[in-house]
């Protein structure tokens, strides 16, 4: 900064300027002071003009840096969201799998113990009509024993 070299001079100047005894006071070359002090107010607004541009540039990438963490949370937040979503969707439907198969293994045994029990009564039904036939049979074949 410029107007840090000045006053660095100035201060060299008031350093090396002679003192006056018993007076706490020095000699130094007014012109040359008042020199220096009008480029300070020359550089001084030029330099302000800087850091205040520095300050609002500074704020204003504070600001897009917070804004732009705003959003990665965000999305992070709408993944996760999403990502638990899924994994509700595929754990309900890992339960309906299972009920849809639990509900077809009792049809199934339904329908194996339902076939047992047609089969058995057909068979049944069967038996019971050869054991006619073959009652039927034996009083035939007495009775043609019978007749010679």
Do not use: C
């Amino acid at each position: 900064m410029d107007v840090i070299k000045l006053l660095d001079e100035l201060e060299d100047i008031i350093d090396g300027s002679s003192s006056i005894p018993f007076a706490g006071k020095i000699l130094v070359d007014r012109e040359e002071l008042l020199e220096i002090i009008r480029e300070i107010r020359i550089k001084l607004p030029d330099e302000i003009k800087q850091a205040e541009w520095i300050k609002e540039e500074r704020q204003r990438i504070l600001v897009e840096a917070q804004n732009e963490a705003d959003t990665i949370i965000d999305e992070a937040r709408l993944h996760i969201e999403e990502m638990i979503e899924k994994d509700e969707i595929t754990r309900r439907a890992q339960e309906r799998a299972e009920e849809i198969i639990n509900k077809a293994k009792a049809n199934a045994k339904e329908i194996r113990i339902g076939a047992r029990e047609y089969a058995d009564e057909l068979l049944k039904n069967v038996q019971d009509n050869l054991k006619s036939i073959i009652t039927t049979l034996e009083k035939n074949r007495e009775e043609l024993k019978g007749l010679k």
